[in-house]
């Protein structure tokens, strides 16, 4: 079993004249946190949509648990366990919580031969599970626009972890949240972590992924300027690097 | 509750038009008014999944035509009833495949892709027969079973509309097609990340609704045993209205079947209340029109507390 989970090697990809990725390597460990900065056009969610199958790199190998992996699409990184919670594209508003939590993979019961929603099941489970990982709401029949940013992002998150995921990829998972809310979510990918599933987490905020990641990766303008074990710098300088490579000093 | 505004407004109309007029509790006014509602609420009931998904059918007033007028004249020519039946579903099945296909290989909004073929099937309506109406010449018994009587004015599509309610309710409520179907209309890149095939459902949803235009337009010809070719003008606009009183949002993601029922219901429910109230036939749109915008603005509260 290798020791790595995901192992992506010069990647490389060309969106017509512009190089969005020059080579870049990158990894994640089992259990591990990975924090991936950068500014706004580094390549972090050109990497990433790489990583998932949703773009294929023009040059450079992925691995994932130690073999060679060519995704065609989403649904084949999926199927290995990557699961990925976009910002606006992890839930349903207008769907209850039930409904949501097991879109795309309902359970199904058979009656009278036809293939219908075990609809009680699926509340009970997702409410169960919910709970498990610390999320209390107070019905799976709640429409998902009443939940707070916080909850949204913690069903979707409880919700690839329910599905096995092996890897977590949260983009921007704490935009837009409330401090209190953030908190929640952090910990949360703590908990994460403790059930076993690494987590790359996409920000531009340094103070909050630093709280829960193990190793921090930065990108600029399409190649990787840092790849940093947490002990080995303080944000304040990784928040130097990344306005040093964009051209602007801090004081 | 989705359906707590129609529902209300269904009571309030029934309980007025009982006072206004003593006909119309009369068993053979209920039946013709749930006939009435029948053959719109086919339509509706397809139309209200197609909205649900996040598009539009406007053709549908025009497939309701163009179904049983091909029937109909291949009856004429002395074609097998059944065949005849078979292919107009058939091409009911296909004209809704083609809105769908074009709506999705080309991006543009369904309700521009509608529009033309709304327009495009009517003028071919119109061309092939000359403006004039055509008459089915010998008794179908297969026309029996769409629109015929069963008993004491209750006909074959009071039947077919309630069976087509309770179908497509346990498809949308119970299914995991019908999740798919909220999915879709409610965000789509949300439904495309978890893998869900959105292409497939929307054009899956343009074939219902076009189908069960034709079933309508069968209903409507199996009652009178003719077609004209300008029937069905304006059903399009009368079916998403039924939709939208029945709770269903324009913009997609939400709406119900059971909705759609009330809505139709009252649709049909005012057109013959008004004629028994004495109200000249001329009144029953801007009534409707009253209605559509009243229970809009109703619905727009009611979801905004089910749904945010």
Avoid: C
């Amino acid at each position: 079993m290798s020791e790595l989970l995901v192992e992506m090697k010069g990647i490389v990809k060309n969106f017509g004249k512009v190089q969005a990725l020059k080579g870049v390597d990158f990894s994640v460990g089992r259990e591990e946190v990975v924090g991936l900065l950068g500014d706004n056009g580094a390549g972090k969610s050109t990497l990433i949509k790489i990583l998932v199958g949703y773009y294929q790199p023009d040059e450079g190998e992925i691995y994932f648990e130690g073999k060679r992996v060519v995704f065609k699409s989403p649904w084949d990184s999926r199927r290995l366990g990557i699961e990925t919670v976009y910002q606006d594209l992890a839930l349903v508003n207008l769907m209850p919580v039930w409904r949501n939590f097991f879109l795309g993979r309902e359970l199904k019961k058979k009656v009278a031969g036809i293939e219908l929603l075990d609809v009680r099941k699926m509340k009970r489970l997702s409410m169960d599970y919910l709970k498990t990982v610390g999320i209390e709401l107070r019905s799976p029949n709640e429409t998902v626009a009443f939940l707070s940013g916080g909850e949204r992002q913690a069903v979707a998150i409880a919700r690839a972890l329910y599905f096995g995921a092996k890897l977590l990829i949260l983009d921007e998972p704490t935009a837009a949240l409330s401090v209190g809310e953030t908190r929640r979510v952090l910990e949360l990918i703590l908990e994460t972590k403790r059930r076993g599933t690494s987590v790359v987490f996409i920000t531009h905020n340094i103070y909050h992924v630093y709280e829960v990641a193990d190793r921090l990766v930065i990108l600029e303008k399409g190649e990787k300027i840092g790849d940093y074990r947490k002990d080995e710098v303080t944000p304040e300088e990784v928040m130097d690097i990344i306005a040093s490579a964009a051209g602007v000093s801090r004081k | 509750m989705k359906e707590a505004g129609a529902i209300i407004g269904i009571a309030v109309f029934f309980v007025l038009f009982s006072f206004l007029s003593d006909r119309f509790l009369s068993l053979d006014n209920l039946t013709s008014t749930f006939t009435m509602a029948a053959e719109l609420g086919i339509i509706t009931v397809g139309m209200t999944v197609l909205m649900i998904s996040g598009e539009f059918d406007l053709s549908v007033g025009s497939i309701f035509a163009v179904v049983p007028m091909i029937v109909a004249i291949m009856i004429n020519h002395g074609v097998n009833d059944f065949l005849a039946l078979l292919t107009g579903l058939v091409v009911g099945v296909g004209t809704g495949f083609l809105n769908g296909l074009i709506t999705i290989k080309t991006e543009i909004p369904s309700f521009i892709t509608t529009l033309g073929t709304m327009m495009f099937w009517r003028g071919i309506l119109l061309a092939v027969t000359g403006g004039f109406p055509i008459i089915l010449e010998r008794n179908s018994v297969v026309l029996k079973y769409l629109g015929g009587e069963i008993a004491g004015g209750f006909r074959y599509s009071g039947l077919w509309f309630i069976v087509a309610t309770v179908l497509f309710w346990i498809l949308l409520e119970r299914t995991a097609y019908g999740n798919w179907v909220f999915a879709v209309g409610g965000n789509v890149g949300a439904a495309r990340a978890l893998g869900i095939p959105v292409e497939r459902v929307k054009i899956t949803n343009f074939i219902l609704s076009s189908f069960l235009a034709g079933i309508a337009g069968l209903t409507t010809f199996g009652r009178f045993k003719i077609v004209d070719p300008t029937l069905g003008t304006g059903m399009e606009l009368e079916a998403i209205a039924a939709s939208v009183i029945g709770g269903t949002l324009l913009s997609g993601g939400y709406g119900s079947i059971f909705g759609a029922f009330i809505g139709a219901l009252m649709i049909g429910m005012v057109r013959s209340g008004l004629v028994l109230a004495g109200a000249p036939a001329y009144w029953y749109r801007a009534f409707i029109g009253v209605i559509l915008v009243v229970a809009a603005v109703i619905n727009a509260r009611i979801r905004r507390k089910v749904a945010g």
